[in-house]
């Protein structure tokens, strides 16, 4: 299977301004990103609209293409990224992965678990998700959740605790169900990225703030593959903190 892996990058952070560009212990997390990516997927390309970034990534031998300043999303700035990547290669590829350029810990087996839904060869896109194991969670109104069906498919993604166990107490609600949080990665055919990018904002995506709820809505399906990688994106200086204080922590072959 013939894939590729584009992580979307914007200077701009409403939190963490700079944040691709920010240092982790000596790198900054888009290099973080793209080589944890590079481990697990031959072709990868950052996709920016800002020429420190662009600058960055070319100083540290990556791969980059530069892309409108008026995209509203990464799915969008993929889809430039995609079509622009697959002239000037002269090249296709079966899929497309979205790699969120936020997540300096990412794991290379979760690409790898990303590619699995695409053997049916119904799937047209599909993403993560990892079983909750702390309680604490369900608590945590900074996680998106997402119930599925008997097929492994995705019925509903919310930033509320799906599904609500009626007339008990949250602390006991994993006694009885196995919830799940998503894990934003995605992969796509070209085609349904295409499809995906040009789809008008839904309602539920609109609701819950959640961009991948406009495919369901509109009637499609998302494959899910389960990770027992958790991750940590970095949105706020405490998330970068706490990322440092974990690499720091690693031996030297896992931080570097």
Known sequence: MKALAII???FGSSRLEGKPLVDILGKPMIQRVYEQAAKAI???FVATDDVRIKQTVIEFGGNVVMTSADHQNGTTRCLEAYEKISAAMSETYDVVINVQGD????????LTDLLVPFKNEKTRMSTLV?????PEDLMNESEA?????????AMYFSRSVIPHVRGLNKAHWMEYHTFYKHVGLY???YEALKNFAELPVSSLERMESLEQNRWIENGNEIYVAITLCDSI????LE??????????DKPEEEGD
């Open 145 to 153: 959740f997402v119930i599925l069906d008997k097929d492994f498919r």
């Open 187 to 189: 992969a796509y055919t």
């Open 233 to 236: 994106p970095v949105d706020t």
């Open 103 to 110: 997540e300096p810990m990412l794991d290379p087996s979760q």
């Open 8 to 10: 979307p990058a914007r």
């Open 42 to 44: 031959s072709t990868v």
């Open 130 to 134: 990892t079983p909750v194991i702390n």
């Open 239 to 248: 998330d970068l903190e706490r990322v440092r204080a974990i690499l720091r």
